[in-house]
Structure formats: structure tokens, C-alpha cells
Antibody, heavy 119, light 109 residues
Framework: EVQLVQSGAEVKKPGESLRISCQGA????????ITWVRQMPGKGLEWMGR????????KYSPSFQGHVTISADKSISTAYLQWSSLKASDTAMYYC????????????WGQGTLVTVSS | EIVLTQSPGTLSLSPGERATLSCRAS???????LAWYQQKPGQAPRLLIY???SRATGIPDRFSGSGSGTDFTLTISRLEPEDFAVYYC??????????FGQGTKLEIK
């Protein structure tokens, strides 16, 4: 069974750093891109960026470029989303999802990681 | 950036009725790289339709997609209680990246 298992909920203060993870199981991790999607409270879905785990090639949405970093460690089938300095406006649910190629839909999703940033 | 506009924002129907959800793009979506996702409260989105009209694995045939260019439709032929959720369209054919519509909430009347 294909699974994307995300790390648990986080509560952070503004200015703190954070890295959340997404581990793939039940498939060959390097055969699929991993993408990250933000969902702010009560709002819709926003694509943040994607990574090819085979060579860590990344592409970011212009809206998120420079604000987050996407990385991957193919040896442990895990992708990451990280912030160097969180803001209250980063409070959201973050989902990872996989797609076989850039021109493919997201056919499997993680369960989501809730990030709360509050002083 | 391709902007997707979904209508209506909220659709109130009863089980057994037919639902028609619309997604309009600000420019043509190349090669029908248009998908539909269902999201229930507290859950991750689930892929329903890709390539504008192909059902994803395990999706019941009461769900169907149609359209091309800038106008796309998701139809649910006979609503089941478990179909009441939020539905998002997404384009994945732009070199600039992917965009989602703002969502249509399908609620029980």
C-alpha cells in the first residue's frame, strides 16, 4: 500500500526554525516527485513547490520562493519542508503529495502536518 | 499564472440528486491537464479525476469529468451521503507550476 507519512503537529514561536518531513512507503521513492501544498485555516489549497528525489531538483511557486526550502534524502525515502524564520502567517496545514512526473496529478497524499506559529 | 475560478461557491443538494460543478480557467489548460480532488473535513484531498475526464483508481463511476480549453465540469450523477465535501479543480500543465481553484462546497440540503 502506498503511503506518505508526515511528521507530527508543531507549535512554534515567530522567528524559530522548523523542518517537517514526509516519508514514502510502499513504492519506489525515486520514481515519483514529491510536492508540498499549504492549506491555511478554512481556506483552499496552494501549491508551494516540488522536488525530484532522484537528484533533488526543485521548483518553487513564485509565492513561496525564498520563504521555504524543499529537500529530500532518497536513502531514507523522505522529503522535507523547512523554514528558517517562521511567521504567524505560516500557521497552516501542510500536505505532501506524490506525482510521477511534473505533468501528472497528485495521486497520493500525506495525512498533513499542522504548523501553529504563535507568540 | 493560470487562475481557476470554481462555481458555485456552495451547492446545496439532496442525496440522489445530480451535482454539476464548474471550473473556468483564465487561459487555456494545455492538453487537458485538469484534475479534480475531493476533500472531507479533517482529511487530505483525494484525486478523483485527471486529464479532465479520466477517473482515478477506485473512484466510483457516478463521478465524471468533462471539458477542454478553459471550461471544465465535474458531475456526480446520483449523490451519496459520503459525497458531501469540498471539491477543488487543479491545473498541472503550466510550466510556471500548478494552481487550484478556490473550491466548491457541496452540502446536504
Amino acid at each position: 500500500e502506498v503511503q506518505l507519512v508526515q511528521s507530527g503537529a508543531e507549535v512554534k514561536k515567530p522567528g524559530e526554525s522548523l523542518r517537517i518531513s514526509c516519508q514514502g512507503a510502499g513504492y519506489t521513492f525515486t520514481d515519483y516527485w514529491i510536492t508540498w501544498v499549504r492549506q491555511m485555516p478554512g481556506k483552499g489549497l496552494e501549491w508551494m513547490g516540488r522536488i525530484d528525489p532522484i537528484d533533488s531538483f526543485t521548483k518553487y511557486s513564485p509565492s513561496f520562493q525564498g520563504h521555504v526550502t524543499i529537500s529530500a534524502d532518497k536513502s531514507i525515502s523522505t522529503a522535507y519542508l523547512q523554514w528558517s524564520s517562521l511567521k504567524a502567517s505560516d500557521t497552516a496545514m501542510y500536505y505532501c503529495a506524490r506525482h510521477r512526473q511534473p505533468l501528472d496529478p497528485f495521486d497520493s497524499w500525506g495525512q498533513g502536518t499542522l504548523v501553529t506559529v504563535s507568540s | 499564472e493560470i487562475v481557476l475560478t470554481q462555481s458555485p461557491g456552495t451547492l446545496s443538494l439532496s442525496p440522489g440528486e445530480r451535482a454539476t460543478l464548474s471550473c473556468r480557467a483564465s487561459q487555456s489548460v494545455s492538453s487537458s491537464y485538469l484534475a479534480w480532488y475531493q476533500q472531507k473535513p479533517g482529511q487530505a484531498p483525494r484525486l478523483l479525476i485527471y486529464g479532465a475526464s479520466s477517473r482515478a483508481t477506485g473512484i466510483p463511476d457516478r463521478f465524471s469529468g468533462s471539458g477542454s480549453g478553459t471550461d471544465f465540469t465535474l458531475t456526480i450523477s446520483r449523490l451519496e451521503p459520503e459525497d458531501f465535501a469540498v471539491y477543488y479543480c487543479q491545473q498541472y500543465g503550466s510550466s510556471q507550476g500548478y494552481t487550484f481553484g478556490q473550491g466548491t462546497k457541496l452540502e446536504i440540503k
